[in-house]
């Protein structure tokens, strides 16, 4: 009876193996296609009485976001800056948490992507320069000098996300654990340079 099974399990083990390896050299290519947000840089430049964020981040959005947005769906991403002071037994003291939200929408008559940010609205003529607009944050003041004390160390944080809450309601059904609308960068800490 053993003998009768041996050439089946050994076919099956080889089918097996060749699933696994299938599986292994697909997965960069699912990785590839679906969204994400990279922080590439971040720093705090000071200015006379206070501390302004610049970041410069990418955002991959995935064939199914994409076609989502020139629908028009528009994607709001929500960027959170903090400042703490590194505490050796217990949590970091926050000294200060900004956000900021980011839009991004088509607009199917004039076919130009809309970018809203602080209230003011840009257009694009492709969704490549839109991106950029977005992916790069220059100046935005977010903490002020009288915050913060002479020879302290600091810890600051960004994060980068599409915030799900402000699609439309059924977008935010169909988004619940989907790997495609689940846009958030990694946490990106760094120690700034403080100069007063």
Do not use: C
């Not at 947000?37 to 970041?55: F, G, P």
């Not at 199914?64 to 903090?82: C, H, N």
């Not at 490549?128 to 935005?140: L, P, R, T, V, Y």
């Not at 760094?190 to 007063?196: D, G, L, M, R, S």
Request: aromatic share 12%; proline share 4%.
């Amino acid at each position: 009876m053993m003998v009768y099974f041996m050439p089946y399990y050994k076919r099956a083990k080889l089918l097996y193996a060749f699933i696994f390896t299938l599986l292994i050299a697909f997965t960069p290519i699912a990785n590839a296609a679906s969204s994400a947000v990279h922080i590439k840089s971040a720093d705090l430049l000071a200015n006379e009485d206070s501390y302004a964020l610049s970041t410069d981040f990418d955002i991959v959005l995935s064939p199914v976001i994409e076609d989502a947005l020139s629908k028009g769906i528009p994607l709001t991403f929500l960027i959170e800056f903090q400042l703490s002071t590194p505490r050796k037994y217990w949590f970091d003291d926050e000294i200060i948490t900004q956000s900021q939200y980011l839009t991004i929408s088509y607009h199917a008559l004039s076919r130009q992507y809309l970018v809203v940010r602080n209230g003011r609205q840009q257009s694009f003529a492709n969704l490549q320069q839109a991106k950029e607009e977005i992916s790069n944050i220059k100046s935005w003041t977010v903490v002020d000098k009288k915050l913060l004390k002479k020879g302290e160390t600091y810890i600051a944080a960004i994060k980068v996300r599409l915030d799900q809450t402000k699609l439309p309601k059924p977008v935010q059904v169909e988004a619940i654990g989907s790997d495609d609308w689940n846009i958030a960068s990694e946490l990106y800490r760094w120690t700034p340079v403080i100069a007063f």
